[in-house]
């Protein structure tokens, strides 16, 4: 058995080991009194002598932190969601910090039962996930937890907040079609009033602004994140006197049904569509002819996360709050 | 602020309000000690009355239990895992029990530092999807934490152990495609030596033998799981003299790759080449044509490791181990 796991060993044993009281022992384990650097430094070494292995709900009481983050996602089936909780696990395991994970809180009764269960278990933080963080956050900052928010939602005042900048994803995407050559791009936008379809939206409206196109509304048209959706918005496109010869797609699933509408009519891509998405789904890389993309760095966004949240931790809920956009990038393949 | 989260209610006003002791406030609480059903029902009624919160540290230190279970998985990135977690979350989040993740532990390192910390934060169980459960198993048993292996490796005397049927699902695919028509139907196989490799191999074998189909090595060719080991082993098979109409693939990316070779060369699919994949990943509705493929029952597995650890939890270490296989589906798409 590994010399770190003697259940047996006790603080009695190492304050007479260490040639200190028990309570300097005590001390030392919540951080809560000062202890001289080099009392403490002897009663570490004492433990770690011994194989001692403090019981963690006693010192949890003790110094009344979980060393647990709790982690409330949408939807843990979207591949944004594990590199996110990947990158959060990496930046908090290293300073002892566990992830405590609640999925589908899409539903606004799992996010509060999740709120409420990260509560009631002292977790230290919440990393929400999920569109309600600005209901959320008050409860729980009541509790004394720190909360940082992550996605593309409304800023909320006052909140430590991290996502990607979709303006500039859009923005970067349909600058990336211009510039590649002549062409009257178009776009299949989410859901215009929603987030993060309305951001990507100015950002297509900038990229054209800039590369000097006049606005035509005909080249805009509303999808709602799905295959289907993205094949009818392409016919629509497809359908106009002056056709566009690249479209941009507000996420790559609506990129596919562009596809799929595109070969319906025998068009060749991206020869006579270029077509360019955004998430970098895994399916973008396998599908013939591959699909350029925007990817989200789920990871980096989950180590900021991460990161903004140690800090918080350590700051107090007196610092003034962060709001970090995390850089994207451009993944050109063969569909534009 | 809602009333269940009142911190201020101390067992104390729990105890003058229900007219009993503080003992037996806490006795209710941990359930350590007998109380009368309808005393303790009483006390059950002040605490909600009052929003009473108990401090989640010190009822667990007192009963010594922490309602978290450790999921230690592979790689989270793989959407098999989230299907997992979510199907785990669903089956003890309804006991009162949270996910407390480790992602990452295909490195052996990082799977016994995640033993470790499960150990150090007195998890009540843990549910080991990755290799390595042989040696997790023992230290965390010693340590008084039930165990749940998941995945196809092999069995481990005396382990409770969940898995998709790997033999049956080869199987049924090559079944499926010989009973499609007159077929002549090659594998590509994962490395031989390993898991889940070998089992589908064996359900390949199987399947031909019951169909009455001679068994010709050349027909079974090893990939690695990759898109171009899929692409290299399809071609091989389709430089044989008498090559093969059918195509059984140990998983859909390999399928993919299977695919690239079939369509390099000129082939329909599946007229001149039927393909089948495992997996059902994302892609495989999104290809044109759409993989026929095997679906493992993920979520399915995932529930079936958290019941047989609160029925673990319930019964104690000393009832007897089970091995659980859950049930797989056939997906037919285009390919095959």
């Not at 110094?63 to 647990?68: D, E, F, Q, V, Y």
């Not at 002056?242 to 609506?254: G, I, L, Q, S, W």
Request: proline content about 5%.
């Amino acid at each position: 058995m590994h010399s770190g796991l003697k259940p047996g060993t006790t603080i009695a044993a190492v304050a007479e080991a260490a040639k200190v009281s028990k309570t300097t022992v005590s001390h030392v384990l919540s951080g809560k009194r000062p202890v001289s650097e080099a009392t403490r430094r002897n009663v570490l070494r004492v433990m770690e002598e011994l194989g001692f292995q403090p019981n963690y709900f006693a010192q949890a009481l003790i110094a009344n932190r979980s060393l647990a983050v709790a982690l409330i996602v949408q939807d843990l089936t979207n591949p944004y969601y594990p590199l996110l909780g990947r990158g959060l696990e990496r930046a908090i395991g290293q300073a002892g910090y566990v992830v405590m994970l609640f999925d589908g809180a899409a539903q606004p009764e799992a996010a509060e039962a999740a709120v409420k269960t990260a509560i009631q278990r002292r977790v230290d933080g919440v990393v929400i996930a999920t569109a309600g963080a600005e209901r959320a956050a008050p409860m729980l900052r009541q509790a004394g937890i720190a909360v940082v928010a992550v996605g593309s939602g409304p800023s909320v005042a006052d909140l430590d907040w991290v996502s990607a900048d979709d303006e500039l994803i859009a923005y970067d995407a349909v600058t990336h079609l211009l510039t590649r050559g002549p062409r009257r791009v178009a776009t299949i936008t989410g859901p215009a009033n929603a987030s993060p379809g309305a951001q990507r939206l100015r950002g297509y409206l900038r990229a054209m602004a800039d590369q000097g196109k006049p606005e035509d509304q005909n080249l805009i048209v509303a999808g709602d994140w799905t295959r289907d959706g993205g094949s009818s918005a392409m016919s629509v496109l497809l359908d106009l006197p002056d056709r566009p010869t690249a479209v941009f797609c507000a996420n790559d699933v609506m990129a596919i049904g562009a596809l799929d509408a595109a070969f319906g009519r025998g068009l060749r891509v991206p020869y006579d569509l270029a077509v360019v998405g955004v998430d970098d789904i895994e399916a973008a890389a396998l599908l013939r002819p591959s699909l350029t993309t925007i990817r989200i760095p789920a990871l980096e966004i989950g180590r900021t996360a991460g990161a903004l949240l140690l800090d918080r931790l350590a700051q107090g809920a007196a610092a003034p709050s962060r709001h970090i956009l995390v850089q994207h990038s451009l993944i050109v393949r063969e569909s534009g």
